[in-house]
């Protein structure tokens, strides 16, 4: 099945507009994605006809908000083939996905207990697992990253042994694209008896994710980097997980009952959502992913690995330029340096020629470092980018390393 770009990037009103006196060509969709109209229309039209708080109502509004909810929790069940819509656990992103897990499952841990997380992780996978050490004397062990920007799997295992009590890690680097052996992975985590927690905010962009297949413990994801809004995402957890786990925060909705001397709690997923949840950022979710599922997710992932190829062919002979992640199967994500400029300075200079890449450490510090960088340039490809888009980048990117020849 082929996949019309040209269909697809009609949908989002953005695309339209120029920069600096040029057409925008939109590369930094590693960071947030932009959004479809249907995404727009579904938010903006729960608040123009129906809103009303979720779980707590009976009147009209409320059913008719809560049921919107639901669906969309539904939807994210679908998507990821998650047995049950009870391990679907709405959050505000993968970021507090990863500190929910951290916290409630490091109740649990003791001095000496080891995490193992990777050199390539964001720094949301890193952090988290950082205040346990601090805290409860957790020790931290860092898978090495090769030349490439592929794991090393014969030091991951060599890391894992009894005292293993969660391996955490990227299903695809935000940096090198690097798409990681999941399956081995979890695999292996699970023979030494730890779980296992895969990041899946770039991954879950660019190919299908099946939950039970990769038979994760626990997976997250971002909504703004999948075609939603900011301010939710996804914690999914097998639900013998997640029935482990005490509550994260406390407030509403999240208790069986309280009275002045004890409390009780909700089962999951409601135990992990205390308070008003993001409501209409929940139903813009929803939406992009129903959104997404009318396309074929292979053909999908073609006409971003032909972008990639296309930008690699056009700067093969640029002996100015140095490519960071080479990984066979990568991802489309090309992060680059440029001889004598800094990061920030080419992503200026390419704003003029209308194109948006990201620059800096992309909240990877130990990735740069493994690497001797302070920084890089990251443009990340997305369903609605064109090979003429593609071609576009190429010639602003010589004309930008131009100013530093």
């Known amino acids: 099945m082929s996949f019309d770009v040209h269909k697809a990037r009609a949908d989002f009103p953005v695309l339209e507009r120029e920069v600096n006196g040029k057409p925008l060509i939109y590369l930094d969709s590693g960071a947030s994605a932009q959004k479809p109209r249907q995404v727009i229309d579904a938010m903006s ?52 996905a990863i500190n929910l897990v951290a916290s409630s499952y490091g109740l649990g841990l003791k001095t000496g207990d080891q995490i193992v997380i990777s050199e390539m992780e964001h720094h949301a996978n890193i952090i988290p697992w950082h205040f346990l050490r601090e805290r409860l004397g957790v020790t931290l062990k860092f898978i090495p990253v090769l030349d490439d920007g592929r794991l090393d799997m014969d030091a991951y295992r060599a890391l894992l042994g009894p005292r293993t009590k969660m391996v955490a890690v990227t299903h695809m680097s935000n940096v090198l694209g690097t798409i990681n052996p999941v399956d081995e992975i979890i695999a292996a985590a699970h023979a030494v008896g730890a779980p296992v927690l895969l990041d899946g905010a770039q991954a879950i962009v660019h190919g299908a994710v099946d939950v039970q297949a990769l038979d994760v413990d626990f997976y997250v994801f971002s909504g703004h980097k999948l075609y939603g809004p900011t301010g939710i995402g996804v914690l999914y957890g097998k639900a013998e997980r997640l029935a482990e786990l ?21 089962d999951p997923p409601h135990r992990f959502e205390a308070g008003t949840p ?25 006409h971003e690995h032909a972008l990639y190829e296309r930008v690699k062919t056009g700067l093969s002979g640029a002996n100015w330029l140095t490519e960071i992640g080479t990984a066979p199967g990568k991802g489309a994500i090309f992060s680059f340096t440029v001889a004598g400029a800094h990061a920030h300075d080419v992503a200026q200079i390419l704003d003029r020629y209308g194109v948006a890449v990201r620059a800096g450490t992309h909240c990877a510090e130990p990735l740069m470092s493994r690497f001797g960088l302070t920084s890089s340039a990251r443009a990340s490809f997305a369903l609605y980018n064109t090979l003429e888009e593609a071609d576009s980048f190429v010639d602003a990117l010589i004309k930008a390393q131009g100013f530093f020849a």
């Open 45 to 96: 039209g729960v608040m123009r006809t129906s809103y009303a708080n979720v779980h707590r109502g009976l009147h009209t509004l409320a059913n008719e908000t809560t049921d919107a909810y639901e669906q969309a929790r539904e939807s994210v069940r679908r998507f990821i083939n998650a047995p049950s819509v009870n391990e679907v656990v709405f959050t505000k992103g993968a970021t507090e």
């Open 278 to 302: 993001a409501i209409v950022e929940a139903i813009g979710l929803g939406a992009a992913i129903d959104w997404l599922e009318q396309f074929d997710r292979a053909a999908i992932a073609r």
């Open 246 to 266: 005490p509550p994260y925060q406390g407030g509403g909705e999240m208790i069986g009952s309280v009275s002045m001397d004890r409390i009780t709690y909700a």
